[in-house]
């Protein structure tokens, strides 16, 4: 067996690990999603499928390592899924106005409180895994 063909499938197999995992957070999703229709509260069918996903992680129903490396994938590429959004602005001569000004400055300053809740979060929880390991 040469070396090449053995890098090659354990590219695969992470590969279909991701695929799986990702898979199985739609199925959350698609459970948020049939929630909302019982419950028709004014949330977006995904937060019901994150708060489920939560539920799920908390009670240990499921296991983090089940969905991490797809989660990981996902927040990696976060980025690709707005970029269809940010093309979509330019069309918009508002934006150039003062209350596009305003709107993008509203923008700017949620992403940065999302950021640094994101990054305290994270801290947490980090730390709070090192405390486990040890």
Known sequence: MTPFFHIERIMTMRLGVIVIQVLFLHVFLFLGAALKEVIPL????????????????FFKIIKL???????????????LFFIPSAVGIVNYDEILSLQGAEIVGLIGISTIIVMGMTAVTAEKMSGRKRSEQH
Do not use: D, T, Y
């Open 42 to 57: 004014p949330i977006p069918a995904s937060m019901f499928g994150l708060f489920l996903l939560f539920l799920a992680l």
């Open 65 to 79: 390592e089940w969905v991490e490396k797809g989660a990981n994938w996902l927040l990696a590429e976060l980025l």
